[in-house]
């Protein structure tokens, strides 16, 4: 979480960043460092699977929060997405588009952080979860188009569902 806000697209992305990344970066010194030395231009050194694996937690968290269902490591699988805007296109008509049997829409703050789920009607722990954060994150750059605005989709069920083969003990 010290790093996003340097992508943040918010009203207030430069607020952000100068209240809380300062802060941060003291407390982990190995992180400026590898900061520092990455940083070319206005290009700062990334790491995706780190917010991957952040909102994999979110999104089971969000779970258990909005819908009381319990995913189980060894039944459950939980796979996340950091799209561009056809990616998200793609979710949205092919996921967001279904009927489903829960369904939540937050924003929290001046659109800090904006989230929405749904839940498969035929199965509790089948959702599909799109996050925006800081009013969309800057991740990487088009060399025709500039910047790409990423949104992040976690999608949540059941490991036969989702593909996913189970462990060989």
């Known amino acids: 979480m010290t790093v996003v806000p340097f992508g943040g697209q918010h ?8 209240a809380l ?37 979110i999104a089971r968290g969000l779970l258990w929060f909005h819908w009381k269902v319990y995913l189980r490591d060894n039944t459950h699988s939980i796979r996340c997405f950091v799209v561009t805007p056809t ?9 967001f588009s ?3 049997r829960e369904h939540v829409n937050v924003v929290l703050g001046i659109d ?6 749904k839940q498969a009607v035929d199965d509790p722990a089948l959702s ?9 994150l800057v991740l990487s750059e088009n060399a025709e188009s500039g910047a790409v605005e ?9 490991k036969a569902a989702m593909n996913v083969p189970e462990k060989q003990s």
């Open 128 to 136: 599909i979860w799109r996050f925006s954060v800081y009013g969309g």
């Open 98 to 100: 279904k009927n489903s």
């Open 21 to 57: 990344v300062p802060g941060r970066l003291s407390g982990n010194r190995k992180l400026h460092r590898q900061l520092a030395a990455g940083h070319t231009g206005k290009n700062i050194p990334f790491d995706g699977a780190k917010l991957e694996q952040l909102f994999t937690f």
């Open 11 to 18: 009203a207030d992305a430069l607020e952000t960043l100068a």
């Open 112 to 117: 800090t952080i904006r989230y929405e789920g």
């Open 150 to 158: 990423t949104r992040i989709i976690v999608i949540t069920g059941p």
């Open 87 to 95: 990616g998200t296109q793609f979710f949205n008509e092919q996921l």
